[in-house]
């Protein structure tokens, strides 16, 4: 039997019962992402369904817990290389009992939070030209000038030099993006 979730999607039966073991922490929400879904309770993304396998939010603090459990981490192929995720499966007495899953999904819970509040990593930059070359590059006068000056008429540059368009509704400069689609007749 599948049941709906609020957004009226048919859920698979794997799935609810996933959501009725983590229950125990709040309300869950389910949404349908990468072919299987994400799992969430009061808003924080704790855990992936697929399949018939539910992997939990890990980090370094709780990593040890589930390989020591036998648990597993997923992984999935892109860009022609496997790819590792922070989730890791469920232990089966889990996903049997959810006195036993309290603990898990609370652990999940803690991780998720700890990732919301730590700080992003920045971005490798290429290698094709060292970070002087590319320093050097963005000095040039030429560089400075275009990055001050707005790309078309109706846009404003932004700090960074990137520009953004920009349309006047009554008399006030907002993003093009939030007037768009609001001609007369249109909502």
């Known amino acids: 039997m599948a049941t709906r979730s609020p957004s ?6 794997y ?3 996933c959501v009725e073991l983590l229950g125990s922490l709040g309300p869950v929400r389910v949404r349908r992402m990468f072919g299987g879904h994400g799992l969430y309770v009061d808003e924080v993304f704790l855990a992936l369904g697929f399949g018939d396998q539910l992997f939990l939010k890990a980090d370094d603090l709780t990593m040890a817990r589930y390989q020591a459990a036998g648990c597993h981490p997923f992984a999935y192929e ?3 290389r496997t790819v590792t995720t922070s989730y890791w499966s469920a ?3 889990a996903m049997e009992s959810p006195a036993v899953m309290r603990d898990w999904a609370r652990l999940a819970l803690e991780a998720a939070l700890r990732a919301r509040t730590a700080p992003k990593r920045a971005k490798p930059r ?3 030209a060292s970070p002087a070359v590319a320093r050097k590059a963005s000095a040039t006068p030429a560089a400075k000038k275009a990055a001050k000056a707005p790309a078309k008429a109706g846009q404003k540059a932004a700090p960074g030099g990137k520009s953004t368009a920009r349309e006047t509704v009554a008399g006030v400069a907002v993003p093009a993006r939030s007037v768009r689609g609001r001609e007369k007749g249109s909502r």
């Not at 009226?8 to 039966?13: A, E, G, I, T, Y």
């Open 78 to 80: 892109g860009a022609g």
């Open 15 to 17: 799935i609810v019962h």
């Open 91 to 93: 232990p089966d007495e």
């Open 126 to 128: 290429p290698s094709s």
């Open 8 to 13: 009226s999607q048919v859920l698979p039966d």
